[in-house]
T-cell receptor, first 116, second 109 residues
């Protein structure tokens, strides 16, 4: 399966600052990457679908101007949380989608964001 | 609307067997996944079913009935390390994953 990395694995920032999270597909060229958010004791919530070379597709209720996604290459997508607030504190996970018969998603290890 | 239902929490004893059920109502169906997620970690893939029947993989088995919109994950010979959340997810007609809220499995010695 694909190997996906995320950086940083955890970050603490002050309210009002911006934070960039990187998602790298290490051995798989991913034209599509997914960004999820997970609050404690809740399931994964899809935020957006990141498409290489084009604009991301955001889910309803997710502010595209607040969560900036850039998918500049087949191996890298970035999520920037702009003007972060404490309610943005969450576990952010990226994944790549394999369109082979199993259509399995491979998840990165996640990034724990805490906004103080 | 699209909906995935699974129990919120289950408790089982080490060495025993537990079955976690999942029912779904989605627009189209291109397969059902089970993922395991330990606290503070990302989900890891357990199984994928697209045809009816039972898929066995070691101590874990997954069953699917498309006509009933139903799946279960069967865990045998439970170990303490199996304590985790188990997420059911369905791939809909647009190849978008629809996630259940997860079932927290607590294993007691």
């Amino acid at each position: 399966g694909a190997v996906v990395s995320q950086h940083p694995s955890w970050v603490i920032c002050k309210s009002g600052t911006s934070v960039k999270i990187e998602c790298r597909s290490l051995d798989f060229q991913a034209t599509t990457m997914f960004w999820y958010r997970q609050f404690p004791k809740q399931s994964l919530m899809l935020m957006a679908t990141s498409n290489e070379g084009s604009k991301a597709t955001y889910e309803q209720g997710v502010e595209k101007d607040k969560f900036l996604i850039n998918h500049a290459s087949l191996t890298l997508s970035t999520l920037t949380v702009t003007s972060a607030h404490p309610e943005d504190s969450s576990f952010y996970i990226c994944s790549v989608h394999n369109r082979a018969p199993s259509s399995e998603q491979y998840f990165g290890p996640g990034t724990r964001l805490t906004v103080t | 609307g699209q909906n995935i239902d699974q129990p919120t929490e289950m408790t089982a004893t080490e060495g025993a067997i537990v079955q976690i059920n999942c029912t779904y109502q989605t627009s189209g169906f291109n397969g059902l996944f089970w993922y395991q997620q330990h606290a503070g970690e990302a989900p890891t893939f357990l199984s994928y079913n697209v045809l009816d029947g039972l898929e066995e993989k070691g101590r874990f088995s997954s069953f699917l009935s498309r006509s009933k919109g139903y799946s279960y994950l069967l865990l045998k010979e439970l170990q303490m390390k199996d304590s985790a959340s188990y997420l059911c997810a369905v791939l809909d007609s647009n190849y978008q994953l629809i996630w259940g809220a997860g079932t927290k499995l607590i294993i007691k010695p």
